[in-house]
């Protein structure tokens, strides 16, 4: 009787391990693309106008030169799952198309990835992030908004 019981565990651990894959789904859908897998640092974010907020006379259009406070990574894990945390900026209209722009705390989430050779799509974290477009080795959150809109986030992979 023992070695009967023995023989369905090994039995169903078989059939468990073989049916567990990430390559499981959708018949004729790709894998995911690995390549993304690590820690991404938000390397710019950029605005629709050269600004020199901190005013120090020189005006660029990537406020991480402008604003010391701005910060953020993406972990996109072997699971398919990612992790988020970025700085809030918030950006308002002064005159003349001149704006400010703060740090305001921090934005989190979390959820599921999925990526092609091409861009890298997020499911949870509510609007946090939904797409981003991969580019040589940037990762590229294209909002494409005016100011006192952000017109792009980009990320890179950050090297051992």
Known sequence: MKAIRLS??????????????LDDGVEGTPPPNFEVIGLWDLVEV???????INMDGTASTNLMDELECITGSLLL?????????????IITTITGNMFSAVCNGTITGTGNWFSDETEVTFTGGGDVLTLLSISGDQ????????????QSFVYELRQP
């Open 8 to 21: 369905v565990v090994f039995v169903l651990l078989a059939i468990l391990s073989n049916s567990c894959s």
């Open 46 to 52: 950029n605005v629709s106008t050269p600004q020199d």
């Open 77 to 89: 894990n072997g699971d398919l799952v990612w992790t988020f945390e970025q700085s809030e900026i």
């Open 139 to 150: 990762l590229v959150n294209d909002v494409g908004e005016d100011l006192p809109g952000i």
